[in-house]
C-alpha cells in the first residue's frame, strides 16, 4: 500500500511539470504579437490599445480594443473604435468596428 501511494505521489508530481502555466515572457511574446497584429491591420496610425483580455483555451483567442480620433480637422475628427480578436493558434486577426449603445 505505501508503495503504491508513494508511485501514484512521483508520478503525479512529475506530471505537475507539464500542467504548469506559461512564463511572463511567453505572455509577454504573445500580447506584442497579438498587439502587433491588430495595430498593423486596424490602419490606424496612432491608436491607443487597451491591455490584451486572453479568452479561455477552448476559445483560442485574444481581444485588444483600438481606439483613435480620424479626421482631417478638429471639428470633423470622429472616434473610430476597432475591436479585434487575435487567433492565438493561426496568429491572424480579425477586425470589426463597434460603437457604444446610446452613443
Do not use: H
Not at 6 to 34: E, G, I, P, R, Y
Not at 51 to 78: H, Q, W
Request: aromatic fraction near 6%; charge should be positive; hydrophobic fraction near 40%.
Amino acid at each position: 500500500m505505501l508503495k503504491t501511494t508513494l508511485v501514484a505521489t512521483t508520478t503525479l508530481l512529475a506530471l505537475t511539470q507539464f500542467a504548469s502555466a506559461s512564463s511572463d515572457s511567453a505572455w509577454n511574446a504573445l500580447f506584442a504579437k497579438a498587439n502587433g497584429t491588430c495595430i498593423g491591420q486596424s490602419r490606424m496610425v496612432s491608436p491607443e490599445a487597451t491591455a490584451p483580455v486572453v479568452f479561455d483555451d477552448a476559445t483560442g483567442k485574444v481581444a485588444i480594443l483600438l481606439r483613435e480620433k480620424s479626421g482631417k480637422s478638429n471639428k470633423s475628427k470622429k472616434l473610430v473604435n476597432l475591436i479585434c480578436l487575435y487567433d492565438k493558434k493561426s496568429g491572424k486577426a480579425s477586425i470589426a468596428e463597434y460603437q457604444w449603445l446610446g452613443q
